[in-house]
């Protein structure tokens, strides 16, 4: 049986529309971190960092329209490759992650300079950038004397 040119174009235009439903990377899996971190330090990390560094990403609304909702669920892709809140073992804060993301809480702004233009309100202010500094030390003191 041949299939008219316009069942072939229907069928196009439902895949089409189809399509707009698959989920990309936009997907929150279920978090399996042990990780124990004072809550307060985890509230500054979720304001600031887990928007690409975990599964518990606050998906705004610029990641539901092609095509800029590739060019962010690629952000969060590749923020959770480098680092993942969700999955990172307690004893998996190595010093040297500890200390890449002690670079990172320095660089402030500079890191991720569109995502706090467009999101000013994950901001750190200097006090709560103080308080993961001085967190992250205490961690690598820690480590460092247990080594
Ligand atoms: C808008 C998304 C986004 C936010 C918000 C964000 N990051 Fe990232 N981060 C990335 C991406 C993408 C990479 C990988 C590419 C790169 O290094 O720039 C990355 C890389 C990193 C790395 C690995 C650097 C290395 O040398 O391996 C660390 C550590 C890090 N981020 C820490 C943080 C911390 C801490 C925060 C919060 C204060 C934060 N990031 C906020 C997207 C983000």
Redo the contacts with the bound molecule.
Sequence with gaps: MAYSSKTIASWSVIVLILVQFIPLNRINPPASSKIKIPYTITS??K???????SYETRWTRIAYIAPASWFVT??????R???NFSTVKSDEITPL?AK??????KK?NA??Q???LL?PE?Q?STSETEL?LKWLESLLTTRENSV
């Design positions: 500054l990390l304001k600031a960092c887990y928007d690409c560094h690629g952000f969060v892709s590749s923020g490759t480098a680092l992650l890449k993301i002690r670079t990172i809480v402030g890191h991720q569109l995502y706090h999101k994950a750190l993961l």
